[in-house]
């Protein structure tokens, strides 16, 4: 059964930080395209970055120089680390595979960006 399970968001003020990790089981994670998705209120949920299982990184104009997306295949883990944030990425964020194909999705980790 694929599962993820996303942690580390909150709430966090303009300009700061936050670090996301997500766990994934029931794929074969070394070799999986790893992505991170964020959902806004009212809004689809897009694609912001992804991993190739090479390492090669792509990520979304609106996050680029901001976001750094990583992994730890000996843990089955993948991280989005979050810098300079702003109030448009407040967001629930997800992992999953890259396409997602049949994946069910995660909890996810609620982002909110706020002063």
């Known amino acids: 059964q694929v599962q993820f399970v996303e942690s580390g968001g909150g709430l966090v003020q303009p300009g700061g930080s936050l670090s996301l990790s997500c766990a994934a089981s029931?794929?074969?994670?070394?070799?999986?395209?790893m992505g991170w998705y964020r959902q806004a209120p009212g809004k689809q949920r897009e694609l912001v970055a992804f991993?190739?299982?090479?390492?090669?990184?792509v990520y979304v104009d609106s996050v680029k120089g901001r976001f750094t997306i990583s992994r730890d295949n000996a843990k089955n883990t993948v991280y989005l680390q979050m810098n300079s944030l702003k109030a448009e990425d407040t967001a629930v964020y997800y992992c999953?595979?890259?396409?997602?194909?049949?994946?069910?999705w995660g909890q996810g980790t609620q982002v909110t960006v706020s002063s």
């Open positions: 991993i190739r299982n090479g390492g090669g990184t």
């Open positions: 029931g794929i074969i994670f070394s070799i999986s395209v």
């Open positions: 999953n595979t890259k396409p997602s194909g049949n994946n069910g």
